[in-house]
């Protein structure tokens, strides 16, 4: 029997806590997809008094069962992934058996991260709050037709391929008045890491390679359940999120499709993530950003740190005509909020529920989102002391907090079937 590809993806800004459902949700797939971003993802999965955090490895990694595919929407940087094999290895997780990689999966090369630096110090006070991981320099190659594949490893005159493109590089670099060698890339100088690189590209050829829009293809025709899982969130998408304060890939449903290679015919249901508030890394619109203690808090009760980056989190109230913005975009058929537990303690909630521009309300997400030309009406609701930690039963939840997941059920028509309560996988709610 023919099945269809389940998808996984963020509403927000990423951080939604995405990497902890897939691996929830893992024993119930037989494969699971990463279909865009690269290392500037930190998915982070808590179990057994260990937490792992995932930047280019698919997050049902910890499920000895599936196989685990880096579609060819991602990017990879052999440095990073090696580093992440590492990590896993020695905590004994065994990751050379049911991980595959798409042969047309592009490569983030030393000069990538060199170029993103340069950009990024080039711009000052406008810069976008990049990662500096080398996505934007890697897809722009990819979209120019100059970029390198992981198939082209296996090519006898790589080497001079890469040449080619490293040269190109440093002349781009050389325009700019910035001097590359004071760079440090890892905490190390462009030529070292660049060494280190070259040296990592061998453990990278030890992964078995795949054509894998037939692989995928053909485990749907097999009955195989497929789960894809996005990176970064909508709100972060290069089409429709905030631009130019926006990743480089398609974070959204359709992303999917071109990085994977399933038709849409063959998408089946749209999970999005969600947290119970709001969170982003780097510049850019935030309407319901809070300065202030309430904001300070929700830093520090929910952990907000980069994941990727170390770089503390803007927090904010839930926003809702953003979160029915994102809805629409996926397509999505059931919802998952994640950090209920945070907002204990809190003595009143809000959210978002319009914004006023120029005099006039709207839900809808406005082109060029920016704070001070957008005023927010909010909703307010009671708060709750009660601690979510035991908590494994919905109908045991604070009353208040039941209140507020039904206000959102309401408003944007879709349910919400998970509620996580804490970071570590036991501490989920399903409805």
């Given at each position: ?32 997809a ?11 999965i ?102 390198l594949?992981?198939g082209d ?14 040269s ?21 100088s ?10 990592k ?50 974070t ?14 063959k ?76 907002l204990s ?9 319009h ?5 006039q ?71």
């Open positions: 029997m023919k099945t269809k590809t389940d998808v996984l993806l963020g509403l927000q800004w990423g951080d939604e806590g995405k990497g902890k459902i897939v691996d929830v949700l893992t024993p119930s797939y037989d494969i699971v990463r279909f865009q971003g690269g290392p500037n993802a930190g998915h982070t808590e179990f057994g008094h260990k937490k792992f955090v995932l930047h280019t490895i698919p997050s049902g990694i910890f499920n000895r069962r599936a196989i685990n595919v880096i579609g060819n929407g991602v990017l990879i940087d052999p440095f990073v992934f090696d580093r992440e094999i590492d990590s896993l290895s020695s905590s004994g997780v065994d990751i050379t058996a049911n991980v595959l990689i798409s042969r047309k999966a592009h490569l983030i090369l030393p000069t990538h991260r060199l170029l993103d630096a340069v950009y990024e110090k080039a711009m000052g006070k406008e810069k976008i709050g990049s990662t500096l991981k080398g996505i934007g320099p890697a897809y722009t190659d990819k979209t120019a037709r100059k970029g594949r992981v490893l296996d090519l006898p005159d790589f080497d001079k391929r890469y040449r080619k493109v490293r190109q590089h440093l002349k781009l670099i050389s325009l700019y008045d910035v001097d590359f060698k004071n760079i440090e890339i890892e905490g190390m462009f030529e070292i890491y660049e060494k280190r690189w070259l040296e590209l061998k453990r990278l050829q030890q992964f078995k390679k795949t054509d894998s829009e037939y692989y995928l293809n053909e485990a749907l025709a097999q009955g195989k359940k497929i789960l894809a899982e996005g990176a970064q969130g909508t709100m972060l998408d290069v089409d429709f999120g905030a631009y130019p304060f926006v990743t480089s890939s398609s959204t449903t359709a992303g999917v499709c071109s990085g994977l290679g399933i038709p849409p015919s998408v089946g249901e749209v999970f999005g993530i969600f947290k119970a508030y709001c969170t982003r890394v780097g510049s850019g619109p935030f309407p319901t950003e809070l300065f202030d203690e309430t904001g300070e808090k929700l830093r520090e009760k929910g952990q907000e740190f980069g994941a990727t980056t170390g770089r503390p989190r803007r927090c904010g109230w839930l926003d809702l005509p953003a979160l029915k913005y994102a809805i629409m975009l996926n397509g999505v058929t059931e919802l998952k909020m994640m950090k209920a537990d945070v303690g809190f003595p009143e909630i809000k959210i978002a529920t914004y006023k521009i120029n005099g309300l709207t839900e809808k997400v406005p082109f060029g989102a920016e704070k001070e030309n957008t005023e927010v009406v909010y909703k307010t609701f009671e708060g709750w002391n009660e601690s979510l930690e035991e908590m494994t039963d919905f109908d045991n939840l604070p009353k208040q907090l039941k209140t507020y997941i039904q206000f959102i059920e309401s408003e944007v028509e879709i349910p919400i079937r998970l509620v996580s309560v804490g970071p570590n996988r036991k501490e989920t709610i399903i409805r």
